[in-house]
């Protein structure tokens, strides 16, 4: 007959062997491209880390040595951000409205406007945010001090700071922003103090 001597596919053992070499070999893949068989890709040097690892944290560990006043800022942020957040941070149109300015007293209403002066707690993320992201189409552009006065700018058409307040990695952790104390503590269990610190909060209660 014309079945004899065709595998029967619905046979476990015929089929078993291949998908064990496939499963193997899939293993395999990680481990192979980690031992750098393949020759793609070297550790990164300490340096090259060093200039990928630019995250500045709330309390502002890492920012760099430099300062900077709002009244070096205007001239930055009239050349390298006005055209998209407008003259005096009101929002551009280029390419969508983004207000850095205004919105106070306006979070608890319908239409809450959140800009860096009326929502962001901390000054240490304007900076982040700036050094890494903006200019929006040229982000990485600014130079350090150039970074420090065009947020000193920024905070100063919020009136957080003055025209002349020089900030640098010691003093720009220390401002405290508007809406500082706006926000409530998430009450999920894996996140906020560590579960020592939690501790001690509930006996305080
Ligand atoms: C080409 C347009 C453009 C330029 C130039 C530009 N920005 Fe922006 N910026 C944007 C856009 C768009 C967003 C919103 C991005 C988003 O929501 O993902 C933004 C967001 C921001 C924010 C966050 C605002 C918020 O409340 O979410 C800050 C702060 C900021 N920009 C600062 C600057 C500074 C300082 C400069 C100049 C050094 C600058 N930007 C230049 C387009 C631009």
């Not at 941070?89 to 860096?116: A, I, M, N, Y």
């Not at 982000?139 to 947020?151: D, F, K």
Request: hydrophobic residues 30%; proline residues 11%.
């Amino acid at each position: 007959m014309c079945s004899v001597g065709r595998p029967n596919l619905l046979r476990f053992d015929v089929w078993l062997p291949g998908i064990t070499v496939v499963l193997l070999l899939l293993a395999c893949v990680p481990l192979c491209a980690q031992s750098g068989k393949y020759g793609l890709g070297r550790t990164p040097t300490p340096e090259e880390i060093r200039g990928m690892d630019i995250t500045i944290p709330p309390d502002g560990t890492g920012l760099p040595p430099g300062h900077g006043t709002a009244a070096e800022g205007r001239e930055i942020y009239e050349r390298r951000c006005s055209r998209c957040h407008g003259h005096k941070g009101e929002g551009g149109d280029e390419p969508k409205q983004s207000p850095l300015v205004g919105g106070k007293s306006s979070l608890k209403t319908p239409k809450p406007l959140k800009t860096v002066g009326s929502y962001w707690p901390y000054p240490t993320t304007v900076w982040d945010y700036t050094s890494r992201a903006m200019p929006f189409d040229k982000p990485g552009t600014l130079t350090t001090n150039q970074v420090y006065a065009v947020v000193a700018f920024v905070l100063y058409m919020n009136n957080i700071v003055g025209e002349n307040t020089v900030l640098d990695a010691s003093s720009l952790p220390r401002i405290k922003m508007p809406n500082r104390e706006g926000f409530v503590r998430d009450p999920r269990p894996d996140t906020g103090p560590k579960p020592s610190a939690r501790k001690k909060l509930n006996r305080k209660r």
